[in-house]
């Protein structure tokens, strides 16, 4: 992201649309019409290979905590959901790496108690998932980059090719933003795609990620939506 700083070391948003994007329609019906065929990634395959056999033989609850950056959202959705299994994922070793609370990442994936954190693109992370039938209940992405060019329309998740596939995991998939027009777009592109769901300003008590807490201080407006999937 780029801008002004304000109190708190965080910054704002700087986009050049005023609104949703002229092409959003345009660019997820494509998606909606055509496969994603990108090919998977080895290291995304091995990882969810040994997480899957992990989740195949637990009969709780199932969150999904996408872009899950240091992993502290992981570890405290599995502190509040004690009898759920947590699965964080994160295309960055380094990020895993950085808080992990004295747990090193080894093999990609990093075991503790309820929760997982496992390095995956989650482009082909998603494709896997789907198809191996998770029963996700809860699926949050806390805080996407943005990619608030619009040029950069299709680095922005309801842009992507995987979206159709995205969509389908968990019975609700939450989503939170400094940046509303994202929330805007995601929302209008899961309508299209027949899901509905809502947009609210809030304020956390106890911020799930850094991003989330360092928003929060510097008073910025922090948005969440929430979209019904079955």
Known sequence: MSGDSMPGDSKVIVTNQSGLHEKLDEVVNKHLSNQFQKPFQQHTKQAFTE?????????????????CGVGQST????QQNPDALVIGVDKSAHRLNRNVEQIKLEDDVVTAENYHLIRADLNDF???????????TRHYVLYPNPWPKSKHLQRRWHGSG???????IGQQIILRSNWL?????????AEIAGLTGEIESFVSAEPLT????????????CWQLVLITN
């Open 210 to 221: 850094p991003f989330e807490a360092k928003y929060q201080a510097s008073g910025q407006q």
């Open 51 to 67: 997480i899957d056999a992990i989740v195949q033989q637990f009969e709780g609850e199932i969150i999904l905590d996408a872009c």
């Open 75 to 78: 570890r405290i959705l599995a």
């Open 181 to 189: 027009i994202y929330l805007q777009e995601f929302l209008q592109a």
């Open 162 to 168: 995987v979206f159709p596939q995205m969509i389908k």
């Open 126 to 136: 998603y494709r896997l998932v789907l198809a191996a039938k998770w029963p996700v």
